[in-house]
């Protein structure tokens, strides 16, 4: 199993930008694929961003051109740099691993993190 933390949430104008950060530990990361999702109150949670074992993205339309998801095995660590920040970026970001190959949906990620706040003010 993996721990899941996410860090680096918080409040940013529009046009900003962001890093969260996710800190992994517990049973081999590197096997898992990665991925950030986000919800927003009164919405089901969306896809965001994925990544492969082998580093191969994916990017929901919503946030393609403007964020970035990267992973560091040797750190145990993934990452969203977010630029352009929109307020409908406003979401708690949560952080999640699956053992399947990356998916848009929640049920193949077997693994989340508490989540961590973005707002984006206009």
């Known amino acids: 199993q993996v721990q899941l933390v996410e860090s680096g949430g918080g409040l940013v104008q529009a046009g900003g930008s962001l890093r969260l950060s996710c800190a992994a530990s517990?049973?081999?990361?590197?096997?898992?694929?990665m991925a950030w999702f986000r919800q927003t109150p009164g919405k089901e949670r969306e896809f965001v961003a994925a990544?492969?074992?082998?580093?191969?993205?994916y990017y929901a339309d919503s946030v393609k051109g403007r964020f970035t998801i990267s992973r560091d095995n040797a750190k145990n660590t993934v990452s969203l740099q977010m630029n352009s920040l929109k307020p409908e970026d406003t979401a708690v970001y949560y952080c999640?691993?699956?053992?399947?190959?990356?998916?848009?949906?929640?049920?193949?990620?077997?693994?989340w993190g508490q989540g961590t706040q973005v707002t984006v003010s206009s």
């Open positions: 999640a691993a699956g053992v399947n190959p990356p998916k848009n949906r929640e049920i193949h990620y077997q693994y």
């Open positions: 517990g049973r081999t990361f590197s096997n898992y694929a």
């Open positions: 990544i492969s074992l082998r580093g191969t993205t």
